[in-house]
């Protein structure tokens, strides 16, 4: 059989920069979606990807051959007729106008960007976290007059990595009070080319514009439930996130110091704690996703792990590390958590939501 009626056709915008590329990496041999069409900025549109994105390829394997001949597209509708989903890494300046543009012309959205996470019908999905948010989409779609489009987004990559621990906490032990975050976060996180190495080269930059904000608004939405007709979504009212960002010279990987209270009392030993992130299991390996890693949270024992250069690739990228986890004489544990900022931090969650919204016949 042909791709065509084997596969689902897919069209990624932003297929130059930093995400796209990881997109075009992870779906090279996916079992459901094969990449009909690419979009960029009018600078990269009517050359070959392996033109446009020449300088600023920046993965380990090489461009796949049936996409380095594919001419970018101008990111509009009509040059994406032949797909069913969108996969959107594309910056923020633009994203929020075209994507709309793709959810109200009826494709199955997934995007990247931070402009529609907080827009109170769009579920904010980390897919080893809250798929269940994707139940909103009914709704969603007749809020829009459509019958088969939808737009789901992925949470800021920092956010990402710490929810699923804390997710995992929550579902254990109850409800969190406080969350304090220091962040160390990779130079991918800035896109290409990103941070001028004079900037970050034997240094830290303690200041990421507008990134504490959205780990402090984000985590909320996604540790919450949809509403008793899935119409909405609730947040947890005791949970007050702190959040101090750093970007650091490293290339992938966000390291994360993490400091949780638990609201209930007494808190839950060191010993139940590190069980409970070992034992987590989310909805994605349940539906059997070929995406969802074996565990989620992979715990470290050695004394000086997680570290982004050892640990980054853990479930092939859509996990998490958790290590140093011990007391803390201010609130009632403390660890370290690393997480892929570009696979389970972007196109990786985008993929394996894509993958849920597959199983759960949304596409
Ligand atoms: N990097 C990361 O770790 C993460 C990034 N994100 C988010 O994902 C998105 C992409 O990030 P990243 O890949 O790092 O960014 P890059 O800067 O590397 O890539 C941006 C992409 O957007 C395209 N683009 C820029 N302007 C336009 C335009 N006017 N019309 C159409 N396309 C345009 C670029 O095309 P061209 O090459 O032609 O200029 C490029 O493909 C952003 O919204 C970012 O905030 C989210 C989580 C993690
Ligand atoms: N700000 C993140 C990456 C990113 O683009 O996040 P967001 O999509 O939330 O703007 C970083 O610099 O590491």
Excluded at 55 to 65: E, N
Aim: charged fraction near 20%; hydrophobic fraction near 45%.
């Amino acid at each position: 059989m042909t791709h065509a009626t084997e596969k689902i056709a897919v069209g990624i915008l932003g297929a130059t920069g930093t995400v796209g590329q990881r997109f075009i990496q992870l779906l090279e041999g996916h079992p459901y979606f094969y990449v009909a069409a690419l979009g960029a900025s009018p600078r990269s549109a009517g050359k070959a990807y392996s033109d446009a994105a020449s300088r600023s390829w920046k993965q380990s394997t090489a461009i796949p051959a049936e996409v380095a001949s594919l001419i970018v597209q101008s990111c509009e509708v009509q040059n994406f007729k032949q797909c069913r989903v969108i996969f959107s890494g594309l910056d923020s300046d633009v994203a929020g106008e075209i994507e709309t543009a793709f959810l109200k012309a009826e494709f199955a959205v997934f995007s990247n960007a931070k402009n529609h996470r907080m827009d109170p019908i769009v579920p904010l999905v980390v897919p080893v976290v809250n798929s269940a948010h994707l139940d909103i989409i009914p709704h969603q779609r007749s809020v829009h007059g459509l019958k088969k489009g939808f737009l789901v987004t992925n949470a800021n990559c920092s956010t990402t990595g710490l929810v699923v621990a804390l997710k995992a906490l929550q579902d254990a032990f109850g409800p969190l009070s406080r969350v304090v975050v220091t962040t160390m976060q990779a130079i991918s996180g800035a896109g290409y080319p990103g941070v001028p190495s004079l900037d970050i080269l034997g240094n830290i930059v303690p200041y990421i514009s507008g990134e504490e904000d959205k780990l402090e608004t984000e985590c909320a939405k996604i540790l919450g439930a949809t509403n008793s007709d899935a119409t909405g979504f609730t947040a947890p009212a005791e949970l007050k996130v702190s959040a101090s960002c750093n970007r650091v010279p490293v290339i992938d990987g966000h390291m994360e110091s993490v400091m949780v209270e638990f609201a209930k009392r007494p808190a839950p030993s060191v010993d139940q704690i590190t069980a409970a992130l070992k034992s987590y299991t989310s909805d994605a390996q349940k539906l059997g996703v070929p995406s969802a890693p074996e565990n989620p949270i992979i715990v470290k024992s050695e004394a000086d792990r997680p570290q982004p250069r050892l640990d980054i690739m853990v479930g092939n990228g859509n996990a998490i590390a958790v290590g140093r986890i011990r007391e803390c004489n201010i609130f009632d544990v403390k660890f370290s958590l690393l997480s892929h900022n570009t696979i389970l931090g972007a196109a990786g969650s985008s993929i394996m939501n894509a993958e849920i919204a597959v199983a759960k016949n949304l596409i």
